[in-house]
């Protein structure tokens, strides 16, 4: 099992747009700085499985028939919008596993095209090709899941977009004994924002369920500022996602 994060930003990404900062001017020459919109591939015996689906260059970056399933975790713009285009596609249906939300974004459920759209219930387990995969639900301003997956001895949480967790997905992830925790965080410790993490609730998540690494991704701007500078306080366990980063199995962001 590999897990591919292809995009860490938030919905403004970075560079943020307008900004006359100098990391803002660092990012528009060194791509590596860049942040997409927040999504990943998980990759299972030659099987592509795409979580979130924000890329525009969807349909450019994989050819036909090399995506095998989407799971999204909500239906906000900035997680689903490359289906817009996707979905235009012929001669393949491409099963997209989701939370059910009756309003779906714009016209996705109209118009699906080549998307099969299949709702999933919190905590009710389903089987993709081997892959024992959890919905979980989140604390957002929409209709979210997080997924856990589990395949042969590991086990991956992808928890995007949340502030804080539930408590019974808490309860369940402390109880799982996790090989990779992939979190939203948005902001800057000590900023109160609603929806989204900071990296204070990042840390009392990692106290409560102990994965083995931990890696941040959904990154704001101003934290990313502020990791720059003070990566250094974060404890070794707990690593900054970057764009078109393998993470599991475990390597260095």
């Not at 931990?214 to 704001?220: E, K, P, S």
């Amino acid at each position: 099992m590999q897990l591919t994060l292809l995009g860490t930003g938030n919905a403004a990404g970075m560079p943020l747009y307008g900004c006359p900062c100098s990391y803002c001017a660092n990012a528009l020459k060194n791509k590596s700085l860049r942040r997409g919109p927040c999504s990943a591939m998980l990759e299972v015996n030659g099987k592509h499985y795409l979580l979130d689906a924000g890329q525009m260059d969807l349909h450019e970056r994989f050819p036909a028939g090399t995506i095998d399933a989407i799971l999204l975790t909500h239906f906000h713009p900035d997680h689903v919008q490359g289906l817009f285009d996707l979905r235009w596609g012929i001669n393949q249906c491409i099963p997209v596993y989701c939370p059910s939300d009756s309003d779906g974004c714009a016209d996705l459920y109209k118009h699906p095209g080549i998307l099969e759209f299949r709702p999933q219930k919190k905590f009710q387990h389903f089987d993709i090709d081997g892959i024992q995969v959890t919905p979980l639900p989140l604390i957002h301003s929409k209709l979210t899941f997080g997924y856990l997956f589990e395949h042969q001895q590991a086990r991956i949480a992808y928890l995007t977009d949340t502030k804080g967790l539930p408590p019974k997905t808490q309860n369940l992830l402390a109880n799982q004994s996790l090989d990779l925790m992939v979190i939203d965080c948005s902001f800057m410790p000590g900023s109160e924002k609603q929806w989204h993490n900071n990296l204070d609730d990042v840390l009392a998540i990692v106290d409560a369920v102990q994965p083995k690494t931990t890696v941040l991704t959904h990154i704001g701007h101003e934290l990313d500022i502020w990791l720059n500078e003070h990566h250094h306080q974060l404890p070794a366990n707990i690593l900054i996602g970057r764009d078109n980063t393998v993470v599991f199995p475990p390597m260095s962001c």
